[in-house]
């Protein structure tokens, strides 16, 4: 069985270095190549104020989470989920990078998932297929006609579900990872994938969201 993690995060603000924390994990399950049913979610009390720039993304304020875990609270059924599957994340350095200081605040090594798994950014992945064009979330959705016109905010799993079917339709006919190769380095087989019967994800972003996250994906 050939099992992937896409993974997700909303923090209070862009830069680690700065303090700032995760407020919110998705996970998606990919098993097969098909997606499955079984997801991670959790908002998380993060012990801080989130800044504007971030709330005007996810629309989550600190008061929507003062009563949730910590993530402390929530690491072990985390680790549980993810097991030993390797993650498919877009922009891998800025949820890993969180997810470290995370991990490191809880008494675990701070590249405790880089050194049990391996990491598939697709971010890096479209990129290298697709030079000088722009490989955000919401680019790749619409260069693989994944619908995100209802989408008016991001949201963790929101997006972890997003980038999961972008994944599939990116990696259609690749050798499979459970065959040990990764998804630069895989060569083309004749996997097929039924994406047909899976309804499109509808989910907009309003103009101000599109733009931040467009500008700070594409350097």
């Known amino acids: 069985m050939s099992r992937l993690i896409v993974l997700d995060t909303e923090t209070t603000g862009l830069d680690v270095n700065d303090g700032h924390r995760i407020i919110e994990i998705g996970c998606v399950e990919i098993v097969n190549r098909n997606i499955t049913s079984n997801s991670f979610h959790r908002y998380v009390n993060p012990m801080r ?21 910590k993530f402390s609270e929530i690491l072990n059924e985390l680790l549980e989920y993810l097991s030993d599957s390797d993650l498919i994340i877009h922009n891998a350095p800025f949820d890993l990078g969180f997810l470290s200081k995370e991990l490191s605040f809880c008494g675990k090594e701070d590249n405790y998932l880089e050194s049990s798994r391996k990491i598939h950014d697709t971010l890096k992945i479209s990129r290298k297929r697709f030079p000088g064009k722009r490989n955000s979330l919401d680019a790749l959705c619409a260069r693989y006609e994944i619908d995100n016109t209802d989408r008016n905010l991001h949201g963790a799993l929101i997006d972890a579900n997003l980038l999961a079917s972008v994944y599939l339709k990116m990696t259609r006919g690749q050798t499979s990872l459970s065959m040990g190769t990764t998804i630069e380095e895989g060569e083309r087989t004749q996997v097929e994938n039924n994406l047909s019967n899976r309804p499109s994800i509808v989910i907009r972003a309003n103009e101000d969201e599109v733009l931040k996250h467009e500008n700070f994906f594409k350097n």
């Open 49 to 69: 104020q989130i800044d504007d720039g971030a709330k005007n993304v996810h629309g989550i304020t600190y008061s929507m989470l003062e009563d949730k875990p």
